[in-house]
């Protein structure tokens, strides 16, 4: 499967706890995001890689969440003491950033992001 | 950053036509149109882009009017696996980041 893997799936964990999630991007891709979606409601954005380079955080990213991408590859995101609050999906999504600014390139759709299957997390 | 307002929730019935609007009226001269499908459990997925006109693709058609205020998402003949959150975004070419920005969404109910 060569599209973006997310590890684990589930996770149940009590507050207080750490938690890390992993997310595999599409391999050529270079740009990485985190995404939150609680139920009912769309994914919101917390975080986004230009290859190793973290360029942009939201607010939604309290001191508490923490997202590395070392090599520019694989990337992680750690919660650290847990809160019932931080109950949701957490959704990493990937992207192949030409730095042209064009739409269209080669056919393919502007900013097209391909998302992983998310990990679902629970805070009892 | 222009806002996209589109409806919370649409029933339809298996072989029609689902046609779902989704208004932003401060689109910007730089803004596309892209539309994103979510099943349960399940990261979106992209479906169709567009900046003026109509687009086409194997899945669906996007309509959008000269003054680009507002789209249409139109799926052809819906099957139950056509179930799902469809999300309107609107987004600028050149964005810093890219970083996608969703509204609630259209839950779309297809019935046998």
């Known amino acids: 499967d060569t599209g973006v893997s997310q590890d684990p799936r589930h996770k149940i964990t009590k507050r207080g706890q750490n938690v890390t999630f992993r997310c595999d991007p599409i391999?050529?891709?270079?740009?990485l995001y985190w995404y939150r979606q609680t139920l009912g409601q769309g994914p919101e954005f917390l975080t986004y890689f230009q290859n190793e380079a973290q360029l942009e955080k939201s607010r939604l990213l309290s001191d508490r969440f923490s997202a590395e991408r070392p090599k520019g590859s694989f990337s992680t995101l750690e919660i650290q003491r847990t809160e019932q609050g931080d109950s949701a999906m957490y959704l990493c999504?990937?992207?192949?950033?030409?730095?042209?600014?064009?739409?269209?390139?080669?056919?393919?759709?502007?900013?097209?992001?391909?998302f992983g299957p998310g990990t679902r997390l629970t805070v009892l | 950053l222009a806002k996209t307002t589109q409806p919370i929730s649409m029933d339809s019935y298996e072989g029609q036509e689902v046609n779902i609007t989704c208004s932003h009226n401060n689109i910007a001269t730089n803004d596309y149109i892209t539309w994103y499908q979510q099943f349960p459990s399940q990261g979106p997925r992209f479906i169709i882009q567009?900046?003026?006109t109509k687009v086409t693709n194997e899945v669906a058609s996007l309509f959008i009017p000269a003054d680009r205020k507002s789209s249409t998402l139109s799926l052809p003949r819906v099957s139950l696996s056509d179930t799902a959150v469809y999300y309107c975004l609107v987004a600028a070419l050149g964005a810093a980041g890219n970083k996608l920005t969703f509204g609630g969404g259209t839950r779309v109910l297809v019935k046998p």
């Open positions: 391999s050529e891709h270079n740009r």
């Open positions: 567009g900046y003026k």
């Open positions: 999504a990937s992207s192949l950033d030409l730095g042209t600014g064009e739409p269209g390139l080669a056919g393919r759709p502007y900013n097209e992001q391909f």
